[in-house]
C-alpha cells in the first residue's frame, strides 16, 4: 500500500521559513515525480512545485524564487523549503506523487502551514 506522510507544517512569522517534508513507502519511490499542492480556506487546490523522477523542477508563479523542491531517492523522500513566507501562503500543503508507468497518484494528508505575526 502506497503512503505518503507530510511533516514540518506550523506557525511562522512572515518573512519566516518552514521545511515540509513528505515521506513515501509501498511503492518505488525513484519512478515518481512529485508535487506539492496547498489549498487554503475557501479556495481551490492549487500546484506549488513539482520535481520529475529526472529532478527537473517547477515552480507556481507566486512561489518562484522563494520555494526550493528537492528529493532524495535514497530516503524516499521530497521536501519544500519554503523561505520569505508570506501570510497569503498559509494552507494545507498537500503532497502529490504520480507513477509514470500506471499513471496513478496519490495524495499525502496534509500538513497545515500558518503565516501570521
Known amino acids: 500500500q502506497v503512503q505518503l506522510v507530510e511533516s514540518g507544517g506550523g506557525l511562522v512569522q512572515p518573512g519566516g521559513s518552514l521545511r515540509l517534508s513528505c515521506a513515501a513507502s509501498?511503492?518505488?519511490?525513484?519512478?515518481?515525480?512529485v508535487g506539492w499542492y496547498r489549498q487554503a480556506p475557501g479556495k481551490q487546490r492549487e500546484l506549488v512545485a513539482t520535481i520529475t523522477n529526472g529532478g527537473r523542477t517547477n515552480y507556481a508563479v507566486p512561489v518562484k524564487g522563494r520555494f526550493t523542491i528537492s528529493r532524495d531517492n535514497a530516503k524516499n523522500t521530497v521536501w519544500l523549503q519554503m523561505n520569505s513566507l508570506k501570510p497569503e501562503d498559509a494552507a494545507v500543503y498537500y503532497c502529490n506523487a504520480n507513477n509514470p508507468l500506471s499513471s496513478r497518484e496519490y495524495w499525502g494528508q496534509g500538513t497545515q502551514v500558518t503565516v501570521s505575526s
Open positions: 509501498g511503492i518505488l519511490f525513484s519512478i515518481l515525480s
